[in-house]
């Protein structure tokens, strides 16, 4: 009986090897192809090849060892390496473990990748191999186990196997991924390729030049320009690789030199150059490459746009921008949706920073492919144009949110004024179990900082530090800055020393804090410390530095180091280097040096600047200086309601109520509202707010009690309401209830019932301290025996005793108030100080440090005594000097 099915005829069997293989070829082919097919397609006819293989009995076969062997290639080239893992098995042969070495390298799988190595007997093991398991390691950044098997091969001792030039080229990969690299090693391997003879090898001398360039030793830089001299042939990846290395080293005008030698048009190497200018911030140079690009006709594509672009966002050149934005709609349709991607953030990141930030939805919107820089990208152009709202709308819509998403928004509520939102949204990250980087910590920190909410913020400390971020610079810096927005300038001062790296923003941040608490001469100390120890001042430093000279009086210092800013260090001093100055002068009584300084500047006068006159005018008494100052800010800022409050206390302090009246009433035609007076203190785990007169807290019945009581005491020991600070015309009484109910005395009354016996009484308030609350809290200090602490919109006042911080004011249990003063060339007396009711005792520190009293009198407010206190200095024989408060911003009636 014949057999069923029957066999084929004998032509057939021998010609379907030629058809597997021809099948084999085409499958591949169709895997390599532009459009290639699916995955999921080219492994089902992968696997029905593979079956006919395995029916006709041609997998394996000796005499036919490449089907095997491709069919193992073709496998790696699919989802299924298991499969092509379980044919290797049958013969494991160096061809087929290169594919299984380089497949697995690639899925990340490198474990895997060396054990098909190490299944190859070391006999039948070739430099292809070899080279497979070399370029794995390079790739994984793992330079010794690289070296490792490079030495292998070098003491294989076999005439066959040797290592080629792909061998030099993925061993130097490898080692330029060293984090220790040290130019011993590059010169090592530089030897073993020129005894190779592989250092005429392009590919050679391009890693060479690479590695050297990653060497960070002087010396480096010099090796590989003589590698770049003794090459034979260069490509757009030798000239590319130079130009790259010389940026990364911070030396653009090297990187220029070289790229001025290149022949021929390489659009890499331009590309290079132009973002080697945008990194270095020199975008004038980056624009003018640009242009010859054009003009030489080198071809433009998504790298070249994306440099350009950048550059015009940066420098502020938004008009040229959008020139370029013409270029790229031409040439769009010959962009791929990946080449398009990276042009579209930089066009949403260009029209974001020009505010334009309508323009850069719109093309948000119209873009095809988006990924999380794009969303990042909008997210921050709505933040930086104040929309925040849109700006949270963008967030949850974003549908793979990284660090940087949660880090954009929470500093975006913080600098958009709603700590509490950052707060809440940090606290969110952490329930959804995202781990915030140091910068996210950072913008939480200032969200505490904002807040006063210190215990809070030492909660971030110390999940900071069990996080590893305690020696992130981002954390750091925030925390001096929060420590010293709550009041500890103490734990400020310790983060700043403990820091193990300090930059400029760490010692900036920690002269403010001292400014900023009163610490002038500290200031000082610290800044010339920072100069001392090699670290430039910035202009934030001079700004720094100036309002601390400011808040201490220190006007003959302000003066020095405000022209330092030039002599020295070649910084000319903005507008509000110039404001501050300009207030410092005002505050100390010399109006007219300010109206001369404003004379000299060489700009007009800016609204800061402005503002700065019209509060010295205030605080002098000069009345028409001030009113044309405030002309000129109506004209700039008419909506900003400082201006209409400042000039209407000016009036009311000179008893002009119908002018005070007239701007007041000038305020309410323009739509200009005043924002509402409000002050806080953290008590526990929570922060309770008070506003004027505020009857709406739970407890504010026993706070009002409260402040009777200690009112009373207060009386006793010669307090009297200062009701000139009430601008509005009403009964004496009623402007004593007025004053009473102000908001930063409500929180420091809450204070007083909740925080226990001795306690600091630390309150924030987001206005101006008036000068009567200023009074009320150093007396509040003496009756209560206790510290309290203002923090206003200016600066910190640390009441104790009976003095401030802020001047060091003594109030004295018998009601007397002493005024401390350190005797400098000039200290004016002005008739703005004044303490009704009270006598005043003239103390001056003589410059050996010892103390001499001047005398007692009763303080008027015409000034009538600096006539009195000029007699007095001649009995010391000393020049001329009068009497000044450092600050006075307790005289400032902005409540």
């Known amino acids: 009986m014949p057999p069923w099915p029957p066999p084929p005829p004998s032509t057939a069997v021998a010609a379907l090897p030629s058809q597997c293989s021809l099948l084999l070829r085409r499958l591949a082919e169709r895997r390599h192809s532009p459009s290639p097919t699916c995955p999921t397609s080219f492994l089902r006819a992968l696997r029905r090849l593979h079956a006919r293989l395995l029916t006709a009995d041609l997998l394996h076969a000796p005499s036919h060892p490449h089907l095997t062997l491709r069919l193992i ?18 013969d ?4 087929a473990a290169t594919s299984l070495v380089s497949a697995h390298a690639a899925a990340g799988r490198l474990r895997d990748a060396a054990s098909f190595f190490d299944a190859v007997p070391p006999p039948r093991r070739d430099t292809v191999l070899h080279n497979a398991v070399i370029s794995a390691f390079a790739r994984a950044s793992l330079a010794a186990p690289a070296v490792s098997v490079f030495r292998t091969l070098l003491g294989s001792g076999s005439s066959t196997l040797r290592p080629d030039d792909y061998s030099f080229t993925a061993l130097l990969s490898a080692v330029g991924q060293m984090h220790d690299l040290a130019a011993s090693h590059c010169t090592q391997l530089h030897c073993s390729v020129i005894k190779s003879g592989a250092a005429t090898a392009l590919s050679v001398s391009n890693a060479l030049i690479a590695l050297y360039m990653k060497c960070d030793t002087p010396a480096a830089s010099l090796d590989a320009r003589k590698v770049l001299d003794e090459m034979p042939d260069r490509d757009e990846l030798t000239w590319t690789t130079m130009v790259v290395g010389y940026v990364r080293r911070g030396d653009v005008n090297a990187a220029r030199s070289v790229f001025e030698e290149v022949d021929g048009k390489f659009d890499v190497v331009w590309n290079a150059m132009i973002s080697g200018y945008v990194q270095s911030g020199m975008f004038a140079d980056a624009f003018e490459l640009f242009r010859r690009m054009v003009s030489e006709k080198v071809p433009l594509d998504e790298f070249t746009f994306t440099s350009v672009l950048s550059a015009c966002a940066n420098a502020g050149l938004f008009v040229y921008g959008k020139s370029v934005h013409g270029q790229i709609i031409r040439l769009q349709p010959n962009f791929v949706p990946d080449a398009a991607l990276p042009v579209n953030n930089a066009l949403v990141t260009l029209y974001s920073k020009g505010g334009k930030i309508v323009v850069a939805k719109r093309i948000f919107d119209a873009m095809k492919l988006k990924d999380v820089v794009s969303w990042n990208t909008i997210l921050s152009g709505y933040i930086d144009s104040g929309c925040l709202d849109k700006a ?26 709603l700590s509490e939102h950052a707060l809440k949204l940090f606290n969110q990250m952490r329930a959804e179990d995202v781990k915030p980087c140091d910068y996210t910590y950072a913008g939480a920190i200032a969200a505490c900082g904002e807040l006063g909410a210190l215990k809070h913020g030492k909660q971030l400390h110390a999940h900071l530090v069990q996080c590893g971020f305690e020696a ?29 790296n300090v930059d400029s923003v760490s010692w900036n941040a920690m002269i403010s804090a001292l400014g900023q608490h009163g610490h002038g001469r500290e200031a000082l100390e610290l800044f010339d410390q920072m100069v001392a120890e090699g670290i430039d001042p910035d202009r934030i430093s001079f700004l720094t530095i100036l309002t601390a000279c400011n808040h201490a009086g220190l006007v003959d210092e302000g003066f020095y180091y405000f022209e330092s800013m030039k002599r020295d260090f070649g910084i000319s001093p903005g507008e509000d280097h110039y404001a501050r100055l300009i207030d410092l002068l005002g505050r100390a009584g010399r109006i007219g040096e300010a109206r001369d300084l404003i004379k000299t500047m060489p700009f007009e006068p800016t609204a800061p600047i402005w503002e700065a006159i019209l509060s010295g005018c205030r605080t002098n008494g000069d009345m028409k200086f001030g009113a044309y100052a405030a002309d000129q800010l ?4 008419p909506q900003h309601d400082g201006t209409y409050i400042l000039l209407s206390n000016t ?8 002018d005070a009246a007239k701007v007041r009433k000038l305020m309410r035609d323009r739509g200009v509202k005043k924002e509402p007076g409000c002050s806080w203190i953290e008590v526990g785990s929570k922060t309770h707010v008070f506003l004027v007169g505020d009857t709406k807290h739970p407890e504010a019945q026993e706070v009002h009690q409260s402040l009777e009581v200690i009112n009373a005491r207060m009386r006793k020991l010669g307090y009297v309401p200062d009701t000139k600070f009430v601008l509005h015309d009403m009964e004496p009484h009623e402007k004593e209830y007025v004053l009473f109910a ?12 909740k925080l226990p016996p001795g306690a600091t009484i630390t309150v924030l308030k987001n206005l101006r301290i008036c000068g009567d609350c200023h009074t009320a809290m150093m007396f509040m200090s003496k009756a209560v025996g206790r510290e309290i602490v203002v923090r206003d919109v200016r600066r910190f006042h640390h009441f104790k005793d009976g003095e401030c911080s802020c001047a060091g004011r003594l109030m004295h249990s018998n009601g007397t108030m002493g005024i401390r003063v350190t005797v400098l060339s000039l200290i004016i007396f002005h008739k703005s100080f004044s303490v009704p009711y009270c006598h005043v005792t003239i103390q001056c520190l003589n410059d050996e440090g010892s103390r001499s009293s001047i005398g007692n009198g009763e303080l008027g407010t015409d000034g009538r005594n600096a006539s009195r206190s000029r007699e007095l200095c001649k009995v010391f024989g000393r020049p001329h000097y009068t009497i000044s408060s450092f600050d006075d911003t307790y005289l400032t009636p902005d409540c």
Do not use: Q
């Open 73 to 90: 290639h073709l496998y790696t080239l699919s989802p299924d390496l298991a499969a092509a893992a379980a044919l290797f098995r049958h």
């Open 92 to 95: 494991p042969g160096p061809v």
């Open 392 to 417: 949270a709308e963008v967030f949850k819509a974003i549908p793979y949110k990284n660090d940087l998403s949660w880090m954009v928004m929470v500093s975006g509520y913080v600098h958009g004024g």
């Open 472 to 500: 992130s610079n981002s954390a750091g810096n925030a925390l001096i800055t929060m420590y010293a927005k709550c009041g500890a300038v103490k734990d400020a001062r310790l983060v700043f020393l403990v820091m193990p």
């Open 634 to 637: 109506f004209r700039m800022i």
């Open 651 to 658: 009036y009311s302090a000179a008893g002009r109520w119908v």
């Open 742 to 753: 102000h908001s930063e005395k409500l929180a420091v009354g809450f204070g007083l019932l």
